[in-house]
């Protein structure tokens, strides 16, 4: 009896992986994926374009750095310079803007070096600097990691010099360093999507928000045919010309979670 | 303490109202796990036999390579398996990269040495009481290894659970070369560790909770169903 359950078992496991269907492969960002954006968005795609995608979610920089090994059809990430890379390098042809939202800095409510009331977001960084604070960072090259640290550039401070003291480098994903934070109660900066979608908030809350410097810019990029001849530019440059279309503009502002809309289109 | 009660909730609900989403990632980390042990096991007990009964040259060093082995982090051996089957990698053209076939690929990797070595030990323990036996009877090595496997089949019983145990439970690799994608390499262990990500800390435990439930429920048919088939055999 067990032997024959252990074969049936075996044929049907084997026999359930022969069959496979070809679609496109998208590099992510994380924001995107863990608000529940994909979820959303892509069975409106395939009603309209019958065009399966499957997403993995990284920060920007391990998307990329993917992508350039041509694991990836499309990559959606939210980092100007390393796009610029990218692009560089012949990977792709062109970065299309496809919606945005802002970046904040989140700590405890109580707010312990009162940055609440600062306009600039550096500045608030200047403040946690001089009284080193703890401040979580992610520090793994995401478009996110990318962002803060220019912020530091604008008031020249190089924060990895103090990594390990006051400035606390998780090298993980926008989650897991929320985690952290929330667990040391220390400030950190994340983007709007993430935070909003994020359920373990503790006693944390948005302390800095809404400053020009603070847009957070999402693009897709459809992989060149001339560097990854497996690529499926075709496919992923319809599914961004359906992201810059009207119908699809509609669909990411009518996006909402937690009753509140995540993305925004200029 | 709210979170446990949460989490023991969400549990509960998940398994009674059969969760679709559930089922499915639950078993594809079962079946991932369980092709990956199968053919760690057609290797690796023979492999161990093998080299627990005949002596040549180099076995100490195969033996303590094997034993090291059981070391390997999942998340090296999901890089390395990445790498490969990256479609920059060697082994690109197959096109297996974030699909199940790439994560049994690596959890075999992580599951053999742990079913070779260990089948090593149990047989070399038996070995020493038979090695004359075997030695007068001059069987060919084909049929020694097949007796000792036979004989020693409760043992190694608890080396194939030893097996499914660091299969299951790890996410290293599979999250690497499957890509977590939704109902396709989702698997339990990724699904905690994304869940974990978004903050929602009670459903990420509450799938831990019953990933652990099915454990124990394996390992409770496996070893029930051991003693009873030994007192069959040998306590009439």
Known sequence: MCKIILVILSIYSITSLLKSETSVIIQSTTSTKNSGFYSYILPLIYEDLKIKAKVVALGTGAAIRNSMNCDGDLLIVHSPIQEKKFILH??????????????VIIGPKSDPLKIKNIKK????LKKIFDYKYLFVSRGDKSGTHD??????????????LHSGSWYLETGTGMGA??????GLGAYTFTDKASWISFRNKYDFDILIDGDKSLINKYSALA??????PSAKENESQEIIDWFLSENGKRSILNFKKNQKQLFFIE | MEIYWNSIYTAIQLIFTLDKKLIEILALSFKVTFIALLISSILGLPLGTFL????????AFIVGIINSLMALPPVVVGLFVYINLSRSGPLGWLGILYTPTAMI???IILIFPIIAGLTNQVIEDLHENYKDLFLSLVTPQFHTIKAYLIDARYSLITVILAGLAKGISEVGAVIIVGGNIDHLTRVMTSTITMETSKGELSLAMALGLILLIMSVIINLIVTYKKYNFKAKYYEK
């Open chain 1, 90 to 103: 012949g990977y792709a042809k062109k970065s299309n803007y496809i919606m945005h939202n802002h970046f």
């Open chain 1, 121 to 124: 977001p550096e500045y608030a």
């Open chain 1, 147 to 160: 962002k803060e640290m220019s912020l530091w550039g604008i008031i020249n401070i190089n924060p990895e």
């Open chain 1, 177 to 182: 360093t929320i985690n952290t934070a929330v």
């Open chain 1, 223 to 228: 992989i060149s045919k001339d560097k990854c």
């Open chain 2, 52 to 59: 627990a009964i005949q002596k040549f040259k180099g076995r």
């Open chain 2, 105 to 107: 690929i690596a959890q």
